[in-house]
C-alpha cells in the first residue's frame, strides 16, 4: 500500500532527495518549503502525487492550517518528516540573541508545531511514523555548534517523550542522526555569528576536528534507500544514525561519559542525604 508523507524542507538537501524515492515508488507526498517555486520540478514530474505548500514552519497557525490541509486532500498521513532547519555557527559568546531564538524556533519550535497539528490524525487513524531529523550533534557536542547542539538535543529529548506517549496509538517515532554529508548545511543555508578574535585559535581547532571526524563527507542521495527501509519497517527503531563514523565515535563519548559518572558516583549518592526510615 503507498503512503502519504507530509514533507518539511523540501526544497533541496535530504528532504528533496526523500520526497523524490517516495514519489518514484508511488507514495503520495505534501511537499512543503518557504519558496513554493522551488517545488515546481517535482509536481512536473510526478504530477497528483505531489502537493505543494508554501510554509514557514516558524509560523504555528500556517502549519495548523498545512496539516489540515495535507489531510483532507490525500485523506490520511502515514509518514511526517520534520526535515526543516538550518545549522547556527559560532561560539556560545559570539551567538546574538536574535541568532539564538531564531535557530530554537526552526529546529526545535518547527518541528514540534508540525508534530503537535499531525498527531490527532494519526492518532485517531492509530498508526503513522514521525521522522525526527535530528543529527550526530544531536547526541554529541563539539565547538562553534553550540546553540545548533542546543536545539538537536531538545529535538531529541522531546521525541524520546514522545515515542512513549504515542506507543500505546500505533504510531512510531524515529530520530534520524546524520554526520557530515554533502550538503549545503555547512554552505549557504548556514548563518555565522561575527566572529571574535579571542576564539581563532579554538575555531581553527574546531575546523581541523571536523575535518578529521569527516574525510570523506557522505552522499545525500544514498540516505533515501535507509529512510525507506526505516518507514517500511514492522518495528522501527527510534534513533537511526545515518553514515559512516557516528557509531565509533558515540561508544566512545558514552564509554567517557560512564567512567566519570562512575568516579564521583559517591559524591553522587552522598548528595542524597540520609535515607529515610521505613515506617
Excluded at 525507506?228 to 534513533?239: M, Y
Amino acid at each position: 500500500m503507498s503512503k502519504v508523507w507530509f514533507l518539511t524542507g523540501t526544497s533541496k538537501g535530504f528532504g528533496r532527495i526523500w520526497a523524490e524515492a517516495a514519489l518514484e515508488r508511488g507514495d503520495r507526498v505534501a511537499a512543503t518549503a518557504r519558496d513554493i517555486t522551488t517545488l515546481d520540478g517535482l509536481v512536473d514530474r510526478y504530477g497528483d502525487l505531489v502537493l505543494p505548500i508554501a510554509l514557514d514552519v516558524t509560523d504555528k497557525a500556517a502549519v495548523d492550517a498545512a496539516v489540515a490541509q495535507a489531510h483532507a486532500h490525500f485523506g490520511r498521513l502515514d509518514v511526517v518528516v520534520n526535515n526543516a532547519g538550518y545549522g547556527l555557527f559560532g561560539m556560545i559568546e559570539e551567538i546574538s540573541e536574535e541568532q539564538a531564538r531564531a535557530q530554537l524556533e526552526t529546529n526545535v519550535f518547527g518541528a514540534l508545531w508540525v508534530t503537535q497539528a499531525a498527531l490527532p490524525f494519526l492518532r485517531e487513524q492509530r498508526s503513522g511514523h514521525i521522522l525526527q531529523v535530528s543529527s550526530i550533534g544531536g547526541v554529541n557536542a563539539f565547538p562553534t555548534l553550540g546553540l545548533y547542539h542546543a536545539s538537536k538535543w531538545a529535538l531529541e529529548g522531546f521525541s524520546q517523550s514522545l515515542a512513549q506517549e504515542v506507543a500505546p496509538f500505533g504510531v512510531h517515532v524515529t530520530l534520524i542522526e546524520p554526520t557530515g554529508f554533502s550538503t549545503d548545511w555547512r554552505g549557504a543555508s548556514a548563518v555565522r555569528a561575527e566572529p571574535l578574535e579571542a576564539y581563532d585559535v579554538v575555531r581553527d581547532q574546531a575546523a581541523a576536528g571536523f575535518a578529521r571526524r569527516n574525510p570523506t563527507p557522505g552522499d545525500p542521495e544514498a540516505t533515501a534507500q535507509a529512510v525507506l527501509a526505516v518507514v517500511d519497517a514492522e518495528d522501527p527503531p527510534l534513533r537511526l544514525f545515518l553514515g559512516d563514523g557516528p557509531f565509533e565515535m558515540i561508544k566512545g563519548e558514552y564509554a567517557k561519559r560512564l567512567a566519570e559518572w562512575e568516579a564521583w558516583n559517591d559524591v553522587a549518592v552522598a548528595a542524597h542525604g540520609e535515607k529515610a526510615a521505613a515506617p
